[in-house]
């Protein structure tokens, strides 16, 4: 069923371009868990091989991002361009978090939502849920909501190009540093030229790379809070310092670092990315539940509205002080 997903969410990309496969991916899913005659399968016969795609192939599909990334790409943003992303991202996370939990949401979804807008959209949200045990349908409403915002920023941001008064260069920084997606990234920078794409993709990769530490210090949060609460949820289960899909995220960094990468070996990776994500949120969006999506709606769009203005001033603040 997920690879029937798959084709549905390409064809779909295929028939309006202007679709984004993955997110077409997640929209499918929804569509499948509440039609009548389908949903039987979803939530029955299929449920554990959705449930293995949304999990086991978002971690492969995380490691083949690796390839995307080399320390030459991050050390040539120069050091003012990395403070600034990382500044960026700090203040996006901790802010998400904080109002999420003064919100009430449920579970882990301040959590999730807070690292699917600072790092890299449904990517990051597939990492950290892993390491933390996340409800399935946390982490389905969260990916909903990252994909949403991050497919509307390809629409909006190129509006505001030139009334904030960016050149291309500062327009490809900015969208590098406040669009949660590679692949929304790429969709946005490029309506401003080559010069803003390229720029956009660096700063982007650099966000991804901060994806390791971050998992890794969820991790060490998690057993510290198991080890000293026994009432914690999840106790019981000790999470790795680092799990071994971040080793091969990092593993991937290092080969393409050395130079010995054929340059058709990125290209093909990022396909097989795609369609490895494409699956896993096809996975995913099978269980969100709507009715219970709905009872937390308002809460969970007002968090995901506030977040995307967050990381837009935070990131056009440091694109300026950098630039």
């Given at each position: ?83 600034m ?33 600072s ?23 969260s ?22 008064g ?64 026994p009432?914690?949820?999840g ?57 219970t ?31």
């Amino acid at each position: 069923m997920a690879v029937a997903g798959v084709a549905a969410a390409w064809a779909v990309h295929r028939l309006v371009p202007a679709v984004p496969m993955l997110t077409a991916s997640v929209v499918l899913g929804v569509a499948a868990a509440h039609a009548p005659g389908v949903r039987t399968w979803v939530r029955g016969a299929c449920r554990p091989g959705l449930s293995l795609a949304g999990k086991r192939l978002m971690r492969v599909g995380i490691v083949l991002l690796g390839l995307k990334l080399s320390a030459g790409d991050v050390l040539g943003l120069g050091w003012a361009t990395v403070a600034m992303v990382v500044a960026v991202v700090a203040a996006t996370f901790s802010g998400t978090l904080w109002l999420g939990r003064r919100l009430g949401l449920r579970g882990d979804q301040p959590l999730l939502i807070a690292t699917g807008y600072s790092i890299c959209g449904a990517s990051a949200i597939g990492a950290v849920s892993e390491v933390s045990g996340s409800d399935e349908e946390d982490v389905a409403t969260s990916v909903a909501l990252v994909t949403l915002c991050g497919t509307l920023a390809i629409a909006v941001l190129p509006l505001l190009h030139h009334p904030l008064g960016l050149d291309d260069a500062q327009f490809g920084r900015w969208v590098g540093a406040g669009v949660h997606d590679v692949g929304q990234v790429v969709a946005t920078a490029q309506t401003a030229g080559p010069e803003a794409l390229t720029d956009a993709v660096l700063v982007k990769l650099m966000r991804v790379a901060l994806l390791a530490p971050l998992v890794a210090a969820v991790a060490v949060t998690l057993r510290r809070r198991r080890a000293h609460d026994p009432e914690a949820p999840g106790t019981g289960k000790r999470p790795p310092l680092v799990p071994l899909f971040v080793l091969g995220f990092l593993a991937m960094v290092g080969v393409r670092t050395t130079g010995w990468v054929p340059d058709s070996a990125p290209g093909l990776a990022q396909h097989a990315q795609e369609l490895l994500l494409a699956a896993a949120l096809f996975g995913l969006g099978s269980a969100v539940h709507l009715p219970t999506l709905v009872r937390t709606g308002g809460r969970v769009a007002a968090l995901g509205l506030c977040s995307w203005v967050v990381i837009a001033g935070a990131s056009y603040g440091g694109v300026l002080l950098t630039t």
